[in-house]
């Protein structure tokens, strides 16, 4: 989760002009106005929550990964119906996020009209922060489970190099009057995504997030990248990122065992990543209000919690991020002068308009 003010100075950009301008220069590489119209508005939704480090800023890797002929910028994914709850998306090498939209829309039909829907997405890309997927099928008034896997860059518990991704876990429920449940969570202590943003803004890390190439720990984001991230809980948080290799990658077709490449990969391969979603109306078994009244005292239940010493607030799942959003939607998203610079260079590159900063 973003911490706002502390380090370098920021500029803000009107969530709007964010959108445009990631549109503009994915049409500049290739991909169709809707699809890039899907693709800017879900790397928006991620910096509005404050998870930086899956937003727009992932355009130069992304672009990157285009120029090289490792992601076709142009594919769009297809659909198959399995049985009348089941389906699998084939993403073609296209983009996560397009792959992700069509699989999660297809699972709230099915669960609309069965109560259930459930996707597998096969030969994938990186789809950003998952909990745009868990808000699409809360804006449905669904309940969810997102799955993917990743690239190495956790160990088995016990080992000592890459082999399992930092693959994140997140699940959803709408709420009634209160904020909705949003768990969206990687299963190593941080995010790489923070390693990644901490290096590009030249700032440096807790010790107990990764190890060096040598085994040890480490505050300095580079040699973070060249280790290994630490998983959350050990062997627990080992076992959640198999348990997304399982049902995303074995399940699906789609690579596993340490076999999807990431998305900073300098290669020309593709990522092969897969995706697992399941949709569930969440009137099966109480009422529809019912069901909302009860969320609402569960959120109260928790916010209400006593505090421990030196805590100001106890948060619902997903409630920091919502809280960072409405007030982004105001402010504007903060961007740090070199994360600008690397934008409108891509910019540059395709002969697009630069990224419009408030003044
Ligand atoms: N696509 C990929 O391959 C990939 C890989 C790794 C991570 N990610 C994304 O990175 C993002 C960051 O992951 P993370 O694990 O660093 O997230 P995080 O540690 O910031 O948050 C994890 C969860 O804990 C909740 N939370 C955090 N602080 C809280 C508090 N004080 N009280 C109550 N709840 C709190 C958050 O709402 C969230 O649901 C996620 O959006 C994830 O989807 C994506």
Request: glycine share 10%; hydrophobic share 40%; with cysteine.
């Amino acid at each position: 989760m973003a911490q706002e003010g502390a380090e370098a100075q920021k500029v803000h950009v009107k969530p709007a002009d964010a959108q445009s301008f990631v549109e503009e220069v994915l049409q500049g590489n290739g991909v169709s106005p809707e699809n890039a119209a899907i693709v800017a508005k879900c790397l928006v939704a991620a910096d509005l929550r404050g998870i930086d480090t899956h937003g727009v800023n992932r355009i130069p890797s992304y672009m990157t990964r285009v120029r090289q002929g490792a992601l076709d910028a142009k594919a769009s994914p297809t659909w198959k119906e399995i049985t009348p709850v089941v389906g699998q998306v084939d993403a073609h090498n296209g983009f996560g996020f397009l792959a992700a939209d069509l699989g999660m829309g297809k699972a709230i039909e099915m669960a609309r009209t069965y109560g259930i829907g459930m996707v597998s997405v096969k030969h994938s890309n990186h789809f950003g922060m998952s909990a745009w997927i868990v808000q699409k099928a809360i804006d449905a008034g669904m309940m969810s489970l997102v799955f993917t896997n990743s690239s190495p860059a956790l160990p088995a518990w016990g080992g000592k190099s890459k082999l399992m991704g930092v693959s994140p876990i997140a699940c959803g429920a709408p709420g009634g009057k209160e904020k909705p449940f949003i768990l969206d969570m990687a299963p190593s202590v941080a995010a790489r995504g923070k390693i990644y943003k901490a290096k590009r803004r030249g700032e440096k890390i807790p010790t107990d997030w990764a190890l060096d190439g040598e085994g040890r720990q480490t505050d300095d984001p580079a040699k973070a990248l060249e280790g290994v991230m630490l998983p959350m809980g050990g062997p627990k948080g080992s076992g959640l990122s198999i348990m997304m290799d399982v049902f995303s990658g074995v399940l699906s077709g789609s690579a596993f065992a340490g076999h999807v490449t990431g998305p900073y990969d300098p290669s020309n391969k593709p990522a092969d990543v897969g995706h697992f979603f399941v949709a569930i109306k969440p009137d099966l078994f109480v009422s529809l209000d019912d069901f909302r009244e009860r969320m609402d005292y569960l959120y109260k239940r928790v916010v209400d919690s006593d505090k421990a010493a030196g805590v100001d607030r106890v948060f619902f799942p997903g409630e920091i991020e919502q809280i960072t959003e409405e007030t982004r939607r105001k402010t504007g998203i903060p961007y740090v002068e070199a994360e600008v610079n690397a934008l409108d260079e891509e910019a540059d590159k395709v002969g697009k308009p630069r990224l419009k900063v408030d003044a």
